[in-house]
């Protein structure tokens, strides 16, 4: 009878895999950069510590951080946070983290070890990625075409501020592209005409159903706006 792989490590076993690379690494070590909040390694019903691949590259790449880079903790912490909401670690001390999963550089990042790899940007962050002014931004946001969910914005109003940024370029304003939000809400609207009836059916398929008409419904909308759009430019020359 075959005996199960344990879905953990122990502090030892983390301990040994780690020491090859990083003789000084001791179980005190470990220890303590837990209780410096770098990591959060679950407990067993007897209280010991079960640490997942996710808890080993983590640990890693604070080690590293350390070794290679002379980071302070509270530095390697801010790292990790932004990491944990799908950016890339500012490249300075002091400087602004970037809304990219992966780097070409060698570090571990966030699709190696964040369990939601979903998007969760500052104010800062969000102006230095889409090339907003602040003004500009509470403009928009007047205007209600992004909005902040809890303390961070998401990838979809990155998408969004990005959008708006380049079209500002041709001197558009935000109050001219309220249009555009007017238009967006319409086709939601129709949309959930659609899937709420299939989200109020009964049994464990009517969600992933409601979800993939959403997807299917989103896609054509777009088709059709972009081809109405390129129909109308067409004939106005």
Known sequence: MSVPVRAYL???EVLSRLRTEFSDITISKIRFLEAEGLIEPQRTPSG?????????DR???VLIAQRDQYLPLKVI?????AMDRGLSPAKSVGGVASPRLATNDGVLTSDQFASDND???TRTELLA????????LTEIESYGLISIRGRHYDSDGLSVAKAVAEISAFGIGARHLRAFKTAADREIG???QITTPLLRQKGSESKARAEEVERELA???IRLHTSLVRAGLHRAK
């Open 119 to 121: 998007l969760r940007l």
């Open 48 to 56: 010991y510590r079960k640490f997942t691949t996710t808890d080993l």
């Open 10 to 12: 122990s502090i030892g």
């Open 77 to 81: 912490k801010e790292n990790l946070d």
């Open 219 to 221: 896609s054509l909308s």
């Open 59 to 61: 640990l890693r790449f």
């Open 190 to 192: 129709l949309v959930e």
């Open 129 to 136: 990625a889409s090339n907003l002014t602040n003004e500009q």
